[in-house]
Every structure is written in C-alpha cells, then in structure tokens.
C-alpha cells in the first residue's frame, strides 16, 4: 500500500479492496459451469458491495465526495490463470476453499489499516468490518468441516 497520508487515503484504499473483491467474484460468477457455485459467488459479491458502501459512507462523513460507481474489472485472464477458455469446473469445496482465503485475506487487511487511521469512527467501522469478514471465514470453515465430514461417512 505505500506510504498513507490521511484517513480518507485508508478508507479510499480499502473502497478498492472491496472493489477488486466484488469483480474477482464476480468473475469467477461467470467463468464456472454449476448455477449453484455462481450463485455462491454472486452471494459473495453481493457482500463486497455492502463493504464498500459502508466504508463509502465513512469518506462521506468527512465531507468528501466519493464516486459510487464500480470501478471495472481487470480482464477474466488476470483473475484466472488458464489459456482455456471452457468454464471452471469448481466444486463446492473448492468455492469453500477459495472463500476462507479471500475472506481471511480480508480481514488482515482491516486489520492492518485499523492501526493507521486517526479517527476514531472510521476505526470502529474498520473494526466491525475485520469483524464480519472473519465471521464470514469462520461459517465458510464450519460449511467445509460438515461438507469434508460427510464426504468421510461416505
């Protein structure tokens, strides 16, 4: 991340953290084969923009103004390495799997920022957002303990 100056510089760069996460679910939406695993991730996707509309909230507070808009995606190929071009053939485990990374991923990435920003609001927002992200991890970890446990009874 570089070196931050301000508060709105913290919040700005965690809005595109959201941001990057809302695309990179998004495409995965549109790259596997199974409508289940798609909704999965549309669910997911649905969850960084609540994210960053919160954290867009917060620039707003401080009298800054803020474009709601989406940045656009990177292209498919810079979130999915493959030359080929058939959809993702994920299971369910595998959308678990990837879920506890990017939610884990996440949550640090609060963490960390929770230590450089002044104010004390935007801090606690920060705060409740590293909070959901790792209760998000935690029910991804239980589905793919259950999952994992009744593939083993099979």
Not at 5 to 12: C, G, K, V
Not at 35 to 42: A, G, N, T
Not at 47 to 69: N, Q, Y
């Amino acid at each position: 991340m570089g070196m931050v100056e301000s508060d709105q510089e913290i919040l700005e760069f965690a809005i595109f953290r959201e941001n990057e996460a809302y695309n990179f679910f998004m495409t995965l939406a549109d790259s596997v084969k199974d409508d289940r695993i798609s909704k999965v991730f549309e669910d997911l996707a649905a969850e960084e923009l609540e994210h960053k509309a919160k954290l867009e909230l917060e620039v707003m507070k401080m009298g800054k103004t803020v474009s709601t808009e989406l940045e656009p995606p990177r292209p498919a190929n810079e979130y999915i390495i493959s030359d080929d071009p058939s959809p993702l053939d994920m299971d369910y485990k595998d959308v678990l799997m990837l879920a506890i990374e990017k939610e884990d991923a996440a949550y640090r990435t609060y963490i960390n920022l929770i230590g450089t920003i002044h104010d004390e609001h935007s801090r606690e927002v920060l705060l409740a957002l590293a909070q959901e992200e790792i209760k998000h991890k935690m029910r991804f970890e239980t589905e793919y303990k259950l999952l994992q446990k009744k593939q083993d009874e099979q």
